[in-house]
């Protein structure tokens, strides 16, 4: 009998008196094995341990391959997180793409295109940090070949241009990412919540994080699943097959070095297509840097350039969320859910339903 | 073929209106001056001249100007004082009803091309993408680019020429005129006001904007299907360009072409559509023939 642990994920979805009754399980599993049918990316990999959700989480001993499908990195740069990630207990992997540049990026589309793909591909990779951000992931997207990702996935970690893969594989395979410092962002500093967050991550840690509350915050509690990234990139994936369906979830943004008057266009495009609507909850990162025109300035803090395209609807909405174009930029898993909580003083993110062991499903199970 | 807003006489009416960034009325002295020559009546609305922070007044205040102006019968055309942003602020908001029963020209460019998608996709009314009052400034006004605008109001067809580029690619195409600013196109897709380019002449213009990203704003639109089943493109000026500290490699019409190129579609470079002086009057919605060939490029109204 096959356990769909990706299900789970969704679980909340599931009406509470389904939850509540004995049947569950016996409920639960035939609809999974429904669901297995109708979509196989909720695939399992069935590791040694019998068990194991997807993507699997990392332990000793696996590999991390680095791969470039944007901005051009140099070696020297990553230093600090290839030692951050032996330091793990983890090997790793350079794609031919470090230390290439074709321009401003990483290597010519092809290039950057066929290193991407082969770590995809390769089973012996666990997982991928990517590169660098800048601009270029757009434009070899639409050639991956996907197919082995869906059969075995593993996590990809990135931000900013990277976006576009978080956006991309959550609109067509609903395997989760993690949203987190890439190659270039992590310092020597090992306690550098960056880093911390994203080794969490990769390991199977939950998610829990606890921030301040700040005045502009709008309060309240829901539950949801976590997508987004970065606003030009998420806006720039409309209308494409990397289009996100934002309904009944939880919408993560971040920016930067954008002009004030080109964040509100921007937020005016998610709104006018539907974007804002149906949300469980706003979480805002990082707008970084944040430009003005000097001879026409715009003059209104982001805050309430993000507040008046969200007024008319209720979710619980956060600014300043630690994640983005920032030292902290603490790992996020996109594609999971949690509970999100902002009050007076507190904001608090949990992970829902976070599954790493077989214990932890049997807990659920029998709960 | 769209519906085709009458077109101007002697004694007429055109409105001016800001529903975008601020305009001191200053800017749009010799505008209202050269229209009254050129034997028509001008009605200024309320935003020109008027500031609220950025905007030429606030949301309100700017949807009620036009508004008003839309469904003022005696108003004929409205000629927009400025883009900027802010169009896609109010554009939702806007009652076409009056509009629709008795269309009229609306003309500008920039962020107008807010309005000229959305009247098109929803009420297929056509509109003139052409200078504004800004262009009349300095004696400009006599240029063939705003006579262009006169022309265009009197219902003369157009028929363009323009300097070939190594990058055209040969051809011709007849289909309805549609596009605008770039930065535009890119924003409205996904939006009530995204247009459809399925058998379109699609042209399009952007100022100031990174290399990189014009190339991702191509990108967004190749990816978002504007370029399958497209009848022909217009490259026109790309003005002011920036470029990051590494550089992007190209310059912005090589960036363009090496997405364009593989279409089947005649495509022309370097058309005089622009946020600088050389910006003929375009509408939208009106069918034209465009010609690629060798030693000539033309855009002939039909």
């Known amino acids: ?367 | 073929m769209a519906v085709i807003p009458p077109y101007l006489n002697k004694g007429d009416t055109i409105g001016i209106v800001c529903p975008a960034g601020f305009m001191p009325y200053e800017k749009a002295e010799t505008c209202i001056n050269v229209l009254q020559t050129w034997g028509y009546r001008v009605k200024v609305g309320k935003t020109l001249g008027n500031q609220h922070y950025y905007f030429s007044g606030t949301d309100k205040e700017r949807l009620e100007d036009l508004q008003e102006m839309l469904d003022d019968d005696n108003i004929k055309a409205i000629l927009f004082g400025r883009g900027g942003y802010g169009v896609g602020r109010i554009i939702d908001d806007i009652n076409f009803k009056k509009f629709k029963k008795k269309p009229k020209w609306l003309i500008g460019y920039s962020d107008i091309t807010v309005l000229h998608s959305h009247i098109y996709s929803r009420y297929k009314v056509a509109s003139i993408h052409s200078p504004m009052a800004a262009a009349f400034n300095e004696g400009e006004y006599n240029n063939e680019y705003v006579q262009s605008l006169r022309k265009a109001l009197k219902g003369v067809k157009a028929k363009y020429t323009c300097d070939i580029h190594q990058y055209n690619n040969r051809g011709t195409a007849t289909g309805e005129l549609v596009g605008g600013n770039l930065s535009l196109l890119a924003n409205l897709v996904g939006t009530p006001s995204d247009i459809n380019t399925k058998g379109k002449i699609l042209f399009m213009e952007d100022i100031g904007e990174y290399i990189y990203n014009v190339d991702r704003m191509l990108y967004q639109l190749r990816r978002s299907g504007k370029f399958n089943s497209l009848a022909g493109l217009i490259i026109g000026g790309f003005t002011d360009m920036k470029d990051t500290t590494i550089p992007f490699g190209t310059d912005v019409y090589d960036a363009i072409n090496n997405i364009v190129r593989d279409y089947n579609f005649p495509v022309c470079f370097n058309f005089p559509v622009s946020h600088s002086k050389e910006n003929y009057a375009l509408k939208v919605g009106v069918e034209y023939t465009l010609t690629v060939k060798n030693k000539k490029v033309t855009l002939q109204e039909l």
């Open chain 1, 1 to 367: 009998m096959l356990l769909h642990a990706q299900l789970l994920l969704y679980i909340f979805t599931v009406p509470k008196q389904l939850m509540n009754r004995k049947g569950f399980l016996r409920t639960f599993v035939s609809t999974s094995a429904a669901l297995f049918l109708a979509n196989k990316s909720w695939a399992f990999n069935n590791e040694e341990t019998g068990f194991c959700p997807v993507p699997c989480y990392l332990k000793a001993g696996d590999t991390v391959g680095i791969t470039c499908p944007a901005g051009n990195v140099d070696l020297l740069k990553i230093q600090s997180c290839i030692d951050a990630l032996k330091r793990w207990g983890l090997n790793v992997k350079l794609g031919k793409t470090v230390g290439t540049q074709w321009q401003r990026f990483a290597g010519t589309d092809d290039e950057r295109l066929s290193d991407f793909q082969e770590m995809l591909n390769d089973e012996s990779i666990h997982a991928i940090i990517f590169g660098k951000g800048g601009y270029g992931s757009m434009r070899i997207i639409d050639k991956i070949n996907w197919d082995s990702f869906r059969k075995k996935p593993k996590w990809l970690v990135g931000y900013s241009d990277l976006t576009i893969v978080h956006a991309h594989i959550h609109a067509n395979m609903r395997i989760p990412t993690i949203h987190g410092h890439m190659s270039t962002g992590f310092s020597a500093d090992p306690t550098d919540l960056s880093s911390v967050t994203l080794q969490q991550a990769l390991f199977g840690e939950k998610i829990e994080y606890k921030i301040s509350s700040f005045p502009t915050n709008r309060k309240g509690q829901a539950s949801g699943i976590l997508v987004g990234g970065n606003l030009s990139l998420l806006h720039a994936a409309s209308g494409s097959k990397s289009d996100i369906s934002t309904g009944g979830k939880i919408l993560f943004i971040e920016d930067v070095s954008e002009y004030k008057y080109n964040i509100d266009r921007m937020m005016m495009s998610l709104k006018r297509s539907g974007k804002l609507e149906n949300l469980k909850g706003l979480i805002v990162g990082g707008f970084t840097a944040t430009k003005e025109n000097f001879e026409e300035p715009f003059n209104v803090p982001v805050e309430e350039i993000i507040l008046e395209k969200v007024k008319e609807y209720n979710y619980p909405v956060c600014f300043h969320f630690p994640a983005g174009h920032m030292k902290e930029n603490r790992a996020l898993k996109f594609g999971v859910a949690y509970d999100f909580q902002v009050g007076d003083t507190e904001v608090v993110l949990n992970e829902k339903l976070h599954i790493s062991s077989l214990n932890d499903f049997r807990a659920i199970a029998n709960n």
